[in-house]
Nanobody
Framework: VQLQASGGGLVQPGGSLRLSCAAS????????LNWYRQAPGQQRDLVAS???????NYADSVKGRFTISRDNARNTVYLQMNNLKPEDTAVYYC?????????WGKGTQVTVSS
């Protein structure tokens, strides 16, 4: 299983970024995928998840600003982040859970600063 996140960067408050997570090594279309983030000194928190059927769920802190989506033809899950705030600054990780086993990709840094 491989999960490769990309698309992070430095953006001003109010700006937007789109993260991508390219997946391989498992039957992507039949699996739920998740985005987590971890700020310095903080625990890793769930940001958004999407089921195999496309149902999305979000942390309260990002509802209305972030959108998770998936492209089964490209084995890729996306996180569109709008109206970014300084408190969104973190390393963002793509995640897949299979029973008690979790798979993580390398994260991508998102920094929101003026």
């Amino acid at each position: 299983v491989q999960l490769q996140a990309s698309g992070g960067g430095l953006v001003q408050p109010g700006g937007s970024l789109r993260l991508s997570c390219a997946a391989s090594g498992f039957a992507f279309r039949f699996n739920s995928l998740n985005w987590y983030r971890q700020a310095p000194g903080q625990q890793r928190d769930l940001v958004a998840s999407i089921t195999s059927g496309g149902t999305a769920n979000y942390a309260d802190s990002v509802k209305g600003r972030f959108t998770i989506s998936r492209d089964n033809a490209r084995n890729t899950v996306y996180l569109q982040m709008n109206n970014l705030k300084p408190e969104d600054t973190a390393v963002y990780y793509c995640n897949r859970k299979m029973g008690s086993t979790e798979y993580w990709g390398k994260g991508t840094q998102v920094t929101v600063s003026s």
